[in-house]
């Protein structure tokens, strides 16, 4: 169960964090916190910072550093135009996954009786 | 041995310095991150496959934030790495979109298929 989770995140997580900085800015340890209280309970901060990095590179969001009062400046994410487009993509390709798995699960059910 | 050959791939001064500055500062992380970050870099430099001199610094820059952000707020290591640290290891490698030594290799592929595949049209 939690080996197949772990695979079925890896696909989703990025669209996951983009649904999350949709709504505000954020750093990294609040998404994983937020994500954290939502459920997400085996999600680790280095995951994410992972995947923080990724979504930079590709230019989906932009970041600006803010001090902290103690440790280095926080990177603070905020989705762009480009992201924007992204998670668009992503919400429809979600949909389409997830009403496809759906019809599957109801034709299966539909066997079973 | 590192260092020289980096030098060798960056060639840039500019380069090189911001290197050094960022392998500094995970030398100067406390216990027990320092071992930690030592033990991720190696790793990524061994198996992170990336031949370009900007990626590689751009993600020793990134593997030092996290670190001295990870030992700043104190968060446990597990928190960091998850219990598979290999798998984040290769994770946070893949996120860098540079030149991989294995991308020669993949266009060879590509290539050696397209042609074959001409040869099945005729």
């Not at chain 1, 079925?8 to 999350?20: F, H, P, S, Y």
């Not at chain 1, 487009?85 to 034709?107: K, M």
Request: glycine letters at 8%; aromatic letters at 8%.
């Amino acid at each position: 169960m939690r080996k197949q989770m772990t695979e079925m995140l890896k696909g989703t997580l990025e669209g996951i964090v983009l649904a999350v900085l949709s709504g505000r800015s954020a750093y990294g340890y609040e998404i994983t916190a937020r994500l954290r209280e939502q459920g997400f309970s085996d999600l680790v901060e280095g995951t994410v910072y992972a995947l923080l990095v990724r979504v930079e590179q590709r230019g989906f969001v932009d970041v600006e550093k803010i001090p902290s009062e103690k440790g280095p400046p926080r990177k603070v994410y905020s989705l762009n135009a480009q992201g924007r487009e992204q998670l668009d993509e992503f919400w429809h390709s979600w949909t389409f996954l997830a009403e496809r798995i759906e019809q599957l699960r109801l034709t299966q059910t539909e066997g079973d009786k | 041995m590192v260092a020289r050959w980096i030098e060798s791939l960056t060639g840039a001064l500019e380069q090189k310095k911001e290197y050094r500055r960022d392998k500094a500062r995970l030398d100067a992380l406390p216990e027990p991150y320092r071992s930690a970050a030592a033990a991720m870099h190696r790793y990524l430099n061994y198996c992170g496959g990336i031949v370009d001199g900007e990626t590689l610094i751009a993600m020793i820059g990134d593997l030092a934030d996290l670190w001295e952000r990870a030992a700043a707020d104190g968060t446990p290591l597990r928190e960091i790495v998850g219990a598979d640290p290999v798998e984040f290891a290769e994770a946070f490698a893949q996120a860098y979109e540079g030149q991989h030594w294995i991308d020669k290799e993949r266009a060879r592929l590509t290539e050696a298929i397209d042609r074959a595949e001409r040869e099945e049209g005729k």
